[in-house]
């Protein structure tokens, strides 16, 4: 076999063999996602004694109509993107601009400011859980979206990732616009954010995740069910009985979409911004 033969032979078994993993891989992570929507289709009663096979028992699939009428899901879901579109607007605005002062800025006890924000990190939320409920307490804000949201408008991990993002922008750019008369809002808006954009977004995106899976703080905070959100609706619905457990599951599958959604679209995103925000200085 000549020597162009083998490397196009070794290609295509390396190529052939990448596709293989790929696949396993894929049938390992939807795997739960099928057997999920099996459970959510199957009677749970006869889907137990069929002995939980791999495929759906007697499907209904009525079964999402109801889980979106019987728990008023669909309410639970627009608060929680009200929620989350709210506290992701909030922690781009603070983690920017704190971003932005640590990395250009000089003032005093710069290091030490930076430091504490870190630790801040460290801290389990448990650990402020009770001072911060007392404090949504005192203020009227039980029930409320300044009660769900204004605890979550800052985080120490996007002011990090910012302002690891923002060293990394060449000093030339800041005497160059300096040069040009641009101030620190100009330089900010022209030339920091427009190429920071792919961390943001990432950014953005975490944020959004974690404020629409949030459910300790939620719980509690609310103690109206008209102010509960979709995943507090979804643990009432695990409290109910046994003949309607799939009710849970299928719930729980229509909450996941639009998260599967901005997953599928903006991944590239994701990668590319938390990539951008390696370490540096």
């Given at each position: 076999?000549?020597?162009g033969?083998?490397?196009?032979?070794?290609?295509?078994?390396?190529?052939?063999?990448?596709?293989?993993?790929?696949?396993?891989?894929?049938?390992?992570?939807?795997?739960?996602?099928?057997?999920?929507?099996?459970?959510?289709?199957?009677?749970?009663?006869?889907?137990?004694?069929?002995?939980?096979?791999?495929?759906?028992?007697?499907?209904?699939?009525?079964?999402?109509a109801?889980?979106?009428?019987?728990?008023?899901?669909?309410?639970?879901?627009?608060?929680?993107?009200?929620?989350a579109?709210?506290?992701t607007?909030?922690?781009?605005?603070?983690?920017?601009?704190?971003?932005?002062?640590f990395?250009?800025?000089?003032?005093?006890?710069?290091?030490?400011?930076?430091?504490?924000?870190?630790?801040?990190?460290?801290?389990?939320?448990?650990?402020?859980?009770?001072?911060?409920?007392r404090?949504?307490?005192?203020?009227?804000?039980?029930?409320?979206?300044?009660?769900?949201?204004?605890?979550?408008?800052?985080?120490?991990?996007?002011?990090?990732?910012?302002?690891?993002?923002?060293?990394?922008?060449?000093?030339?750019?800041?005497?160059?616009?300096?040069?040009?008369?641009?101030?620190h809002?100009?330089?900010?808006?022209?030339?920091?954010?427009?190429?920071?954009?792919?961390?943001?977004?990432?950014?953005?995106?975490?944020?959004?995740?974690?404020?629409?899976?949030?459910y300790?703080?939620?719980?509690?905070?609310?103690?109206?069910?008209?102010?509960?959100?979709?995943?507090?609706?979804?643990?009432?619905?695990?409290?109910?009985?046994?003949?309607?457990?799939?009710?849970?599951?299928?719930?729980?599958?229509?909450?996941?979409?639009p998260?599967?959604?901005?997953?599928?679209?903006?991944?590239?995103?994701?990668?590319?911004?938390?990539?951008?925000?390696?370490?540096?200085?």
């Open positions: 076999m000549a020597v033969d083998r490397r196009v032979l070794g290609r295509t078994l390396r190529t052939t063999g990448s596709y293989l993993l790929l696949s396993l891989l894929s049938v390992v992570i939807l795997l739960p996602v099928w057997l999920m929507i099996v459970r959510a289709v199957s009677p749970p009663f006869v889907y137990i004694d069929r002995g939980q096979p791999w495929f759906p028992v007697e499907a209904d699939w009525g079964v999402f109801d889980a979106w009428s019987a728990s008023d899901l669909g309410r639970a879901m627009a608060l929680s993107l009200a929620v579109a709210i506290i607007v909030g922690q781009l605005l603070t983690s920017i601009m704190a971003g932005y002062a990395a250009f800025l000089d003032f005093p006890l710069k290091r030490i400011l930076f430091v504490v924000i870190l630790a801040t990190m460290l801290l389990p939320a448990e650990v402020t859980l009770v001072a911060n409920v404090t949504i307490r005192e203020l009227g804000w039980l029930d409320s979206l300044p009660g769900l949201t204004v605890p979550s408008l800052a985080t120490a991990f996007g002011i990090f990732l910012l302002r690891q993002t923002f060293l990394g922008i060449p000093p030339e750019l800041r005497d160059a616009a300096l040069l040009d008369g641009f101030g809002y100009r330089f900010l808006r022209r030339v920091v954010v427009p190429i920071s954009r792919p961390t943001i977004g990432s950014l953005a995106l975490i944020t959004m995740l974690g404020a629409w899976g949030s300790l703080w939620p719980r509690a905070v609310t103690t109206d069910p008209s102010w509960n959100t979709v995943q507090l609706v979804l643990r009432q619905l695990t409290t109910q009985e046994v003949d309607s457990a799939n009710l849970a599951v299928a719930a729980a599958i229509i909450s996941a979409v998260i599967l959604v901005l997953l599928l679209v903006f991944q590239r995103q994701i990668i590319r911004g938390l990539s951008a925000g390696a370490v540096k200085g």
